[in-house]
């Protein structure tokens, strides 16, 4: 008999502490499948965020540094320089890279650090409650904006692929998602290519992973995956947003 | 190394590269900037070498926490408004158990405050300064060469203890040129830590962090934090004591206000040689000398602390006094320094009056 499906090595055999529906699990494990199949776990260091995801060493079974809230590109700067041949990547949340971390996000971005961001963009502050994000959609409900998002008070959702690719030393960014089989297989392919570009040297990669968070959503995690698709897509397409050669 | 001419800014530079340092990571503030400028230059030279100027304070302390989670020996520095800005790393490294070393080229505040030396920054500095219950290592050169000496021992002290080391000078003493003789550099290998992150190579993963969900956990890791600090005050307390073997008014002070106070004591021992007065300097701010400060009560009977600032050590005398002696203050904050003659005057005003008081 063939098997043809197994729990990746670098995945812990234990529970997972997210809510039913919640797009990180989906990619830990996409993450745990790669670093499987390229044979990187013993070289991979993740630098997990502030937010719902810190516990992420809970689950990798690789090296971990923990990053003050925002830090995690600089944390992961600090180490790549020192260690160059090791796989270096921040796993981030949406307020943690596009709020709070902006600045590191932005100029480890144009210094092309070797590193990879994996960014979960769920359009809500989850650990602390569901308030508005960086990415929350214009009319979008949330906690801190009760009427939904005004673009006059608070602006337009940020594209941080799109603004990252206007930087000289961003190589390689792409927007995927996690809401249907066949787009979880992009997803991971994706994170195969962005860690690939980074032993390459290519420069600063990031993969942005549009990830249901129903229990802030107020939904159903098959209304959240729909809704993914109905109004997310809408603002953040998904798609090669940069790839330079290498 | 041969004695040479240096900025106390180069000669902590150099300090560094000796002791093993290999990743400096900073941003740009007056007046500290010959030390990334020097950096920026040397670390070129150095295998393994790293230097970034970074986007801003936060991050040139995240990227220190991120290099010495890799193993490497990192040093950052700033001025009184960086510093503050560094707060949010060095809380985080502090319960992480990273070793780093932060220099602080003090500068006159609060806010933006002014580019003057001060000495205004000892609270932030001893008492963490960040959130959370934590210490770290505060050491406080007088001169370039003690720069150059402390700055190469800091790093040993913050391997050893695991802790962040801040060298806390001031605008006067990085701006200086003195006479100076850099360390050798260390022939032995830096010590092996079995802490860091290389990727889980025929090993254990490893996890450094510093979220602790548990209380209990929580709770132990802040008992395991306390008692490494009372190792530290047991063992590394330092400070110099200055003709104060018969001293009956001993002066406190430390940096540049102890280099003043120091030339202030010759002058008035030289013009009146029974006058009873010595200095008592300590050089490690944490730990402070409290100890010597108290046993210092055998001969005299009262204290002139002398600081850059309106008062923020003299709090330590106090409480290393328990209530004993008489304790005089005479601060000059925002970015003035007084001549020797100056504080002189002030001493001798004090030592006649006690003098005065006793014969009553």
Redesign the interface.
Known sequence: MKRIYVRPQTLRPVPMHYCPGCGHSIIHRLIAEVLDEMKL?????C?PPAGCA?LA?NYL????????HG?AT??????????PA??VFSYQGDGDLAAIGT??A??AAN?GEQITVIFVNNAVYGMTGGQMAPTTLLGQKTTTSPFGRNVKTEGPPIKVCELLAGLGSSAYLERVAVNSPANVKKAKSAIAKAFTYQLRKAGFTLVEILSPCPTNWKMDPVAACRWIDEEMMTVFPLGVIKDLPC | MNKQLMYGTHALAEAAIQAGCTCYFGYPITPQNELPEYMAQRLTEIPGGVFIQAESELAAINMVLGASAAGARALTSSSSPGISLKQEGISFMAGMELPAVIANIMRGGPGLGNIAPSQADYFQATRGGGHGDYRIIVLAPGSVQEIADLTFRAFDLADTYRIPVMILGDGMLGQLMEPVIIPKPRQEPLPEKDYIVSGAQGRQPRVIKSLILDTREMEEHNWKLFRKYQLIQQRETRWESYLTDDAELIVIAYGTAARIAKGAIKRLRKDDPNMKIGLLRPITLWPFPTKAIKESLSTASDYFVFEMSAGQMVDDVLLSLEGKGRVHFYGRPGGIVPTPAELARSIARRYYQMKRTRKR
């Open positions: 776990r013993e070289k991979a260091i630098v810190v060493y079974d690789i090296d971990m540094v923990e990053a003050p830090r600089a944390v992961a700067t600090g180490i790549k320089r020192v260690r090791n796989l600045a590191e932005l100029h210094r």
